[in-house]
């Protein structure tokens, strides 16, 4: 098993580029979560899906689109990149009744 | 609403001498409690939780944390801290009524031969 994997690792972006991060995971989770994560802020969740074809916002949902349109994927959408944007980017899932989630390895992306 | 405060960024430690890491926690009705770690350049990986029953729960590596109710904390202590310990550990809180784990701002470890 794969666990959660996360495309692209590594993503340099101009301002005002669009963007998709992809998270997939192969452990037949329902839920899942996009975090990001920046020095002295810790991981802070933007957007999560308790099932396919639901989403959700999370602290910092501004800026950020996401989807899940099958269950074992769940995209992060960025339409118009700024700065405050630059960031590492954590996917994560778990199942139903259960209390610990599985983590992506991160997505670095930088947006100059 | 659910936060988390881990009070230090850093904690340094000398090795084979106790450790603990602090974390505090606000959440509405009973809390779970999560400790993860996290090495560099990887994700973040489950050490231990509480949901309910005893207060000392044991974990992943020799670790273990101390649900405290009434000082709503829950602190990572290791009797004997290993170099191979040194990473960034973040609590985390949620709750039955929730679908959402929200984490401190993270705590530093340096362990040193």
């Known amino acids: 098993n794969a666990g959660v994997t996360q495309t692209p690792k590594f993503r340099v972006l101009k301002t005002g580029q669009s963007m998709t991060l992809l998270c997939a995971q192969d452990?037949?989770?329902?839920?899942m979560y996009w975090y990001r994560q920046d020095p002295g802020m810790g991981l802070r969740l933007i957007h999560y899906?308790?099932?396919?074809?639901?989403?959700a916002k999370g602290e910092v949902p501004d800026g950020y689109n996401v989807s899940r349109l099958k269950k074992q994927n769940f995209l992060l959408g960025l339409e118009s990149a700024a700065p405050s944007q630059t960031s590492v980017y954590f996917c994560a899932s778990k199942v139903t009744g259960a209390n610990v989630l599985t983590f992506g390895a991160g997505s670095r992306l930088t947006v100059l | 609403a659910q936060s988390v405060a881990q009070p230090e960024d850093q904690v340094n430690v000398a090795e084979g001498n106790p450790l603990t890491v602090k974390c505090t926690y606000s959440v509405s009705g009973n809390p779970y409690l999560f400790w993860y770690v996290q090495y560099p350049n990887r994700g973040l990986q489950f050490l231990l939780k509480?949901?309910?029953?005893?207060?000392l729960v044991k974990g992943s590596y020799g670790f273990e944390a101390e649900f405290n109710k009434s000082q709503t904390s829950f602190h990572l202590k290791k009797p004997s801290a290993l170099v191979s310990d040194s990473a960034l550990y973040f609590c985390?809180?949620?709750?039955?009524?929730?679908?959402?784990?929200?984490f401190g701002t993270g705590t530093r470890l340096q362990v040193f031969p």
């Open positions: 509480y949901i309910t029953g005893d207060n």
């Open positions: 985390a809180v949620s709750s039955y009524n929730t679908d959402k784990l929200i």
């Open positions: 899906s308790v099932g396919e074809g639901t989403t």
């Open positions: 452990m037949n989770h329902e839920y």
